[in-house]
């Protein structure tokens, strides 16, 4: 189990002071923990992160003692991409625990590839329920069975892996074939007779122009 060593942090501590020095705030709660507030070494963080995600059970190392926990949330700075605040949960290695887990699309879908449809993925991640040592990192989902408009994958037709229990409803849409909407002409607007806008407009010039005449006259 990946290991990640925490420094218990002073809540009114400054966070810019804090962050200025390599460290991320971040606070841990859950099985038998009160929330406490903690630093960690960013480059350590994201080290940890890269290989875990947020469904597999780390360790933190604390002064008090090994915490196993999962990386329960980031915040991450919109315009340098990198994190700066982190929550963990701590667990019980023994008791399941639910997780959104990334759903992963492989194969080619026939009804796609010959120019049917155009693939909708409605669900992103599906919600499951586990021991931690059983939380896949992500849920592989084969989308060759689409082979027509009417053919889609429910989240009873994912096969899950041992141990991991779905707790959305069976019949919701995981991925589908939409069919390809042509563009009407009202949609795409019919183009503009040049010639006609440029036969009246001269038109009306020669009319402003005999009426300038008779005008002069």
């Known amino acids: 189990m990946l290991t990640l060593k925490v420094k218990k942090r002073d809540p009114k501590s400054d966070l810019k002071t804090l ?9 841990f709660y859950g099985y038998k923990k009160d929330t406490t507030p ?12 890269e290989e875990a995600g947020e469904t597999t059970a780390i360790k933190l190392a ?4 090994e915490v196993e926990a999962l990386i329960h949330d980031v915040q991450v700075d919109v315009v340098k991409g990198n994190p700066i605040h982190a929550d963990f949960l701590a667990i019980d290695m023994n008791k399941p625990v639910q997780a959104n887990i990334p759903i992963e699309l492989v194969g080619d879908s026939p009804a796609v590839k010959t120019g049917l449809g155009t693939l909708v993925k409605v669900l992103h991640e599906l919600h ?8 896949p990192n992500e849920i ?7 082979e027509t408009l009417e053919d889609h994958i429910a989240v009873k037709d994912v096969t899950l892996p041992s141990g991991v229990t779905s707790l959305l409803n069976e019949d919701d849409v995981v991925v589908s074939v939409a069919a390809i909407k042509e563009e009407t002409e009202e949609e795409a607007g019919e183009s503009p007779d040049l010639a ?5 407009k001269r038109g009306k010039a020669e009319e402003e122009g005999e009426t300038a005449s008779e005008t002069k006259e």
């Open 19 to 27: 962050r200025s020095k390599g460290e991320i705030p971040a606070v």
């Open 38 to 49: 903690i630093s960690i070494e960013e480059r350590d963080f994201n080290k940890i992160w």
């Open 62 to 65: 604390t002064k008090d003692g």
């Open 128 to 135: 499951i329920e586990a021991l931690p040592k059983e939380l």
């Open 140 to 146: 592989t989902i084969d989308i060759s069975k689409l």
């Open 196 to 200: 006609s806008i440029e036969v009246e």
